[in-house]
């Protein structure tokens, strides 16, 4: 609890940046909670400020950290395989991740991915909430358990709000789904097609709804 406070603390010290790129700035330095002493950098979130879609993720993994950029690594070449089927272009929407930061346990040479906790994904908030502000994205996929509690500040697993678009305070819609690295973990090869079709059909109904939301 005392470290959850100092963090805060540390982030209070914050100044509201006035644009994305701002934000982005700031957020290269972020110490907020203590998620970048193992981490190289942070990796911000990339895409349009004009795209209507916005993709979030758990927090960037061992190639992201290196490249500084989200979804680069074997989780993104799902995600791209994913995109390309419900025929969504990857520079059109804005792909981002809950935590900025790789949180990993050093293990002899490797890094052992480490999932955030609540306390850490309630604290990069500020940076999530600031992207969805000046991006404005008709619709946010979250995809897993840690995006839809960066997005709604609550925890709620994916099978309570999949295939049901919800409403959120700022006037766009959450879309839950899975977090691409749940089919690579998949043992079964047919089970894990017939989820990267639930996958897809899930990318299909945020295309559908920001068009919606276009048309209204
Ligand atoms: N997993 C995520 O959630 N985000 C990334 O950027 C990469 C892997």
Redesign the pocket.
Known sequence: MRDLFEATERGSLQPEPRSLAETRRLAAACTRCDLYRNATQT?FGEGPISARIMLV?????DK?DIAGR??V?P??QVLDRALDAAGIERKAIFLT?GVKHFKNEPRGRKRLHKRPDPGEIDICRWWLDLERKFVHPAVIVA?GATAIRSVTGRSATVSSLRGRPTGLPDGGTLIATI?P?YLLRMPDRSLADAEFGHFVADLKLAVRTAEGDRAA
């Open positions: 990796v993720g758990e927090q960037p993994g992201e989200p979804f690594g989780a993104g991740n995809l977090h690295s």
